[in-house]
C-alpha cells in the first residue's frame, strides 16, 4: 500500500453471506477496495499469494484448510511474501486468539463488533499497528504470560539479552505496548504526546526487527519483562 492507494482487503469466510456482507461493507468505505474473496483457507492462501492484498479478513472456522494454518501459511515465520491478516470470528476462546496471533495474524475482533470497529480494525492492521478485541485482551495477555517462558533471565541491559538495544525509556515504553495500553494511554501514563509514542513503537519495532505490537508482546512475555502478575 502506497501513500493515496486504496487498502486492498481479501475477504476469507465460508459463508457466502458473510463475505458478501464484509465485501459490501468495505466497498462503501472511501480508500477501500475488497481485492478478492475466498470460501475456504486453501483457496485464501492461493488467493493472498495471487492478489497481494493489503489485508486479509480471516474467519478461524475455515473447510479445507482452517484459518488458523491459513493464516500461518500467509503471515507466519515461514511465509515467502507475508501479507497483514486480520482474524474475525465468533469465538470468543483464549485458545483461538492464541493460536491465531502465534500464526502471525495482527490483528483479532469478534463476528459481533460494530461495523465501524471492523472498519477501524482494517486500517489499524494496514498501518502496520496490532489490534486485539478489547473485550479479550486483559484476560489473553495474563494466558499468554503463563504459557512463555523467559527465554534469558539476564538484566535487559546486558549485552546478550534481547533488549538490549533498547534505551531504557524505550523499554518502559515496551512493557506498557505489553500491557495492552494503546499509544493514547502510553502517553498519558508517561506524560509526553502520542507522537513521541509513535516514534518510540517504530524504534522499538525497529530495533528488534518485529513486524508489528503483537510481535513485540510476545517477546516482552517471552524475555520476562512482563508476567501475569503485573
Partial sequence: MTDGAPIRILVCDDQFLVRTGYATLFAAQPGFEVAGEAGDGQ??????ARLRPDVVVMDVRMPVLDGIEATRRMA???????????VVTTFNLDEYVYEALRAGASGFLLKDCLP???????RTVA???????????RRLIGRFAGRLRPEDPARPDAETHPLAALTQREIEVLKLIAAGLSNREIADVLVISTETVKTYVSRILAKLQLRDRVQ???LAHRVGLVTDRD
Fill in 216 to 218: 513485540a508482546v510476545v
Fill in 127 to 137: 498501518a502496520g499497528d496490532a489490534l486485539l478485541d478489547p473485550t479479550v485482551t
Fill in 76 to 86: 507466519g515465520p515461514g511465509a515467502p511474501a507475508p501479507v497483514k491478516v486480520l
Fill in 43 to 48: 483457496a485464501a492462501v492461493e488467493s493472498a
Fill in 116 to 122: 465501524a470497529e471492523l472498519v477501524n480494525g482494517v
